[in-house]
């Protein structure tokens, strides 16, 4: 029973120390640090319509690995 509580623990303390967050928690950081409210607005309704779907994270995943919101740092 020891055994499995450490295990546990640790498991639990990997979680937290990686911040384990998902391709659209990702995409939505990318979306916030957007300074065009325009930009903004358009990839908060991509990250919101990716989430409402069964392959959101793929979705999101994918918009990231094409570097499709990249520019909302900027502009």
Known sequence: MKKLLLIGTLMFGAF???GCSSPCDELQMKCDACKN???KDA????VNGYKGIPTGDTACQA?????TYDNCETN
């Open 37 to 39: 409210q325009t930009n």
């Open 16 to 18: 937290v120390v990686t």
């Open 43 to 46: 990839c908060t309704t991509a």
């Open 63 to 67: 918009a990231l690995d094409a570097h």
